[in-house]
């Protein structure tokens, strides 16, 4: 983003520090729903929170995940809306559906069950997170039905407008002996966006 | 022997609870609907003793399903199914009158309800 950019967010220090904490309970609620599902420890860390523009998370996600992506989005609506995007690497996305049915089943049935299987995943792990949030800030969101995207970085994330700007949450899941990885993302408009630095600003300050 | 009815869109979840139940109470007899119109055609038919219902589901949510289903059994067990944990639909759910079982589903979420 450009020091031009006339959409660009500036978050203070302060801001930025209640917006990554609002952020890590949300995700380390998430992470605990997902070791639930799989019977595993989930390791959690969320190294990245960021407002990127499209292109920029484009390449970001193209950097992390080697360029194919499974994904599963999730309208929320309320005081602030966007569409919550939770992406593992394709080549992933079988191993945690491996994890979360049952062991004997057979390949046949888990390729089958993958995506209906992954939806469910995502829509656990994304009104884990976002309730938490929510509740957080003291705002109501309410969740449409999720829906499951495969393709090219660009594919899933390619056709918001240029304005759009995203809250990028990179969120490392790792669980012992498996290489599972995902990323969530928050796509809001400008309107949102602004409403959001409002509720994080007040609540910085609220404990100043 | 009891009836239970699963209520959910997703048919990972279904399976997940249903073999739990299964596994402890191998004589119930389980049935399953994929959205409140399955449900409502299910319960016009025969009664059940438990119910879950999930709260985001493709037309009616559960919220507004499970007053027809109480109006219908007034005597089963109803809990709502959901992965969304924020204030307004654990009032919405007190307001009914029915419990909570948290997504993700654990076995002993599950039979801390069922028995």
Known sequence: MSAEDPFEIVLNPLEMDSLSEVINIGMSHAATALGAMISERVQLDVPEVRFLTRDDVIEQLNNLSGGKVSAVCQRFDGSIGGDALLLFPQDKSLDLVRLLLSSDMSLEMLTQLEQEALTEVGNIILNACFGKIANSLNITMESTLPSYLMGSCEEVIGNLDEQTRVLFMRVDFSVPNHDIRGFVTFVMDIESTEILHGLISHLATRYQ | ?115
């Open chain 2, 1 to 115: 022997m009891k009836s239970m009815l699963i209520i959910d869109d997703s048919i990972t979840s279904r399976m997940m609870l249903k073999s739990i139940v299964s596994k402890e109470h191998s004589d119930w007899t389980i049935c399953e609907a994929a959205n409140s119109e399955e449900a409502l055609a299910q319960v016009s038919q025969q009664s059940f003793d438990l119910v879950t219902v999930d709260y985001n589901m493709p037309g009616m949510d559960g919220l507004t399903l499970i007053p027809l289903l109480q109006k219908e059994m007034p005597n089963a067990r109803i809990a709502l199914l959901t992965a969304n944990i924020q204030d307004y639909i654990q009032q919405g759910a007190d307001d009914l009158g029915v419990p909570i079982i948290h997504k993700p589903i654990t076995p002993a979420k599950v039979l801390a309800y069922v028995g």
